[in-house]
């Protein structure tokens, strides 16, 4: 089991410039979370799909971010136009969904850190 | 608003001491979950244990375990013969709805040997 896998590790973009990031999500696990961390926000919520459907984009900012889950293998997040407050470490998390409501933990990728100058 | 307040942005301890992280939350939702997260230094956040709202005995895993007093909306973590590798960030997160997360601010906890 290779765990949450997100490419890549860094990413250095222009402000301005687009940046496109990737997620694949364990194996069987049906739900994919986009968090963003940032020594000053902290760990703030993005998105979140289940079964490749969006559910909740409330921590999305409404400009310039958008994100898609075109099949079970991969999500992405994408950052149009990108400023220099984007600069942060992009996590991405799976979890299996069970509506029983045992305790379905998030499995984390190591993350992107995006920068940029 | 914060959801989640964890007020120690820092924490120490000497090898084979237990440890109390400490964490507050607030809530409006009969059931929730509270999880505890430690961020590896690769940026990994791993799990640790979880609290669930309707349970009212103390979650135990391993050395974890945790002292949840629902009234108060608190929970904190205990960290019992800490090590070294214990040594990292340690995240409260809390869940209402769905699986979605809502994490404190974290305390960087540092174990000497």
């Known amino acids: 089991n290779a765990g949450v896998i997100q490419t890549p590790r860094h990413k250095v973009t222009g402000k301005g410039q687009e940046a496109t990031l990737w997620c694949e999500p364990i194996s069987g696990h049906s739900a994919v979370f986009w968090y963003r961390q940032t020594i000053v926000q902290g760990l703030e919520f993005l998105t979140y799909f289940r079964n490749q459907a969006p559910i909740d984009d409330s921590g999305m900012p409404k400009e310039r971010f958008s994100a898609q889950m075109p099949n079970q293998s991969h999500s992405t997040l994408k950052i149009q136009s990108t400023q220099p407050q984007d600069s942060a470490v992009y996590l991405c998390?799976?979890?299996?969904?069970?509506?029983?409501?045992?305790?379905?933990?998030?499995?984390f990728g190591s993350g992107t850190r995006l920068t940029v100058l | 608003a914060q959801r989640v307040t964890q007020v120690q942005p820092t924490g120490s301890s000497q090898w084979g001491e237990e440890v109390t992280l400490d964490c507050s939350y607030e809530?409006?939702?009969?059931?929730?979950?509270i999880f505890w997260y430690r961020q590896l230094f690769s940026g990994e956040m791993v799990f640790l244990i979880y609290?669930?709202?309707?349970?009212?005995q103390n979650q135990r895993s391993g050395r974890y375990s945790v002292v949840f007093q629902k009234s108060f909306k608190s929970i904190s973590l205990v960290i019992s013969a800490s090590q070294p590798e214990d040594s990292g960030t340690y995240f409260c997160?809390?869940?209402?709805?769905?699986?979605?997360?809502?994490f404190g601010s974290g305390t960087k906890l540092t174990v000497e040997p």
């Open positions: 998390a799976s979890s299996p969904w069970d509506w029983g409501g045992a305790a379905e933990t998030l499995y």
């Open positions: 997160a809390l869940s209402e709805l769905y699986n979605v997360l809502y």
């Open positions: 609290q669930p709202s309707f349970d009212t």
């Open positions: 809530t409006s939702e009969y059931f929730y979950r």
